[in-house]
């Protein structure tokens, strides 16, 4: 996978500068202060004041508007078919997921990822998947779902379907961010075939995502229980960033998680339900209030995996764990979203075309990262003096929801 190639300058905030390019007229006041320029156009795209105040408070800026990064789709002015073929002897999948073996015309297998002519060269073998058929069965139970979540409140699940181009970008964005974490951790080495490109098929006005086929790596789902135990170690990371980070509603699935047998590392794959939940956390949250909310099944998925009998999920992995295991396993997820930089998820939110799900992807992300701090720091100042000024970010999650679909 290659991240945006596009050179970044300073303190530059690119994915805020598409929403707002007259950045001198509008004024918003806050707490008795003048809220001016792009920080107060914000306000108009829903964002709520507080909400802007978080992302001011980062000390985000444009500096130069000429060198604004974008992340086109990998294919460029390319058609699909002069850019895509399948791979021979593949078979596609065509149900609610559209998903094809697919490789890059004149790549060769052995070829790195690098920029040539501007396009990144992906050599290996491509899952390229994209929303597929809408069965009636479906159709209904997606209608169904909105009804029930516009009453409940949570209209921004109900609708979570409706932008094909935008449910394709999110899932883009979630596997980057993952992998950007991952590698931070174990050096990269185990990450190296992993990552995620957007692609369209513009003479079919379809939108598609491209995930590197892993080679060496064992699906964890069709491990015998006691392997599972043994070699999946510290699933509970997985459960953080999963759950809390990217707020994955398919986190309990284990044939979303991944063994690589080179590495002995466990690992998270398919991330297309990303950014379906909120994680709304006590302000004053420390790690074991924070460890209670990741090891609680919500009702849905009681339901799901207890009642219905689907047992084998995530949850029951981290809890054959020892309770020192699980609290190493979500302490080190705190750790790897706590060094996430600025400039990482600036980078990859770029892959977000509508510039008010960018804004608020952006300020979700950035506000989690604050979040693991604090409770880093409340619960071991020793060990974390570095959070020791951060402050605890309070906006309004379910407007800021509303946004991302």
């Not at 009804?147 to 999110?170: A, C, E, F, S, T």
């Not at 790897?336 to 930089?341: F, K, N, P, R, V």
Request: charged share 30%; glycine share 8%.
């Amino acid at each position: 996978m290659k991240i945006n190639n596009n050179r970044i300058s300073g303190k530059l905030f690119s994915p805020l500068l598409v929403v707002f390019k007259a950045v001198s007229g509008s004024v918003k006041k806050v707490a008795g202060k003048r809220i001016s320029g792009y920080y107060g156009q914000l306000t108009k795209f829903s964002l709520d004041e507080e909400s802007v105040r978080i992302l001011k408070d980062r000390n985000i800026s444009v500096k130069n508007t000429e060198r604004l990064p974008k992340k086109m789709p990998v294919n460029g002015d390319v058609s699909f078919h002069d850019f895509w073929e399948k791979v021979p002897g593949s078979k596609s999948y065509m149900d609610t997921i559209d998903h094809q073996l697919m490789k890059v015309k004149d790549c060769k297998d052995n070829e790195k990822e690098e920029v040539n002519g501007g396009r990144p060269v992906l050599s290996g073998t491509w899952h390229v998947k994209g929303p597929g058929l809408e069965r009636p069965a479906t159709r209904f139970k997606r209608m169904l779902q909105r009804v029930i979540y516009n009453m409940i409140g949570h209209k921004y699940k109900g609708r979570y379907y409706d932008n094909p181009k935008l449910l394709i970008q999110k899932e883009v964005l979630a596997t980057n961010v993952y992998k950007i974490i991952k590698g931070n951790a174990v050096g990269g080495v185990a990450m190296n075939g992993y990552g995620a490109h957007y692609t369209v098929d513009r003479d079919k006005g379809r939108y598609y995502g491209a995930f590197k086929h892993l080679d060496g790596f064992m699906d964890a789902s069709a491990m015998n229980p006691e392997d599972k135990v043994r070699m999946c170690d510290q699933p509970a990371t997985e459960l953080v960033l999963r759950r809390y980070l990217l707020g994955d509603e398919d986190y309990l699935k284990m044939d979303n998680y991944m063994y690589d047998r080179l590495s002995g590392s466990f690992h998270s794959i398919d991330f297309g339900m990303s950014f379906y939940n909120q994680s709304t956390l006590d302000p004053d949250c420390d790690f074991d209030q924070f460890k209670a909310a990741m090891l609680k099944t919500s009702r849905k998925h009681r339901l799901q995996y207890n009642v219905l009998g689907n047992g084998d999920n995530l949850l029951k992995l981290v809890k054959s764990k020892n309770a020192d295991d699980t609290d190493d396993g979500i302490k080190n997820g705190l750790k790897m979203i706590a060094l996430l930089t600025d400039k990482d998820l600036e980078e990859q939110v770029a892959v977000i075309s509508n510039p008010k799900a960018r804004a608020a992807l952006l300020l979700i992300l950035v506000s989690k990262c604050k979040q693991a701090q604090c409770i880093l720091y409340r619960s071991f100042p020793d060990l974390y003096p570095r959070y020791k000024d951060t402050k605890w970010p309070e906006y309004s999650t379910r407007k800021v929801m509303n946004l991302v679909v």
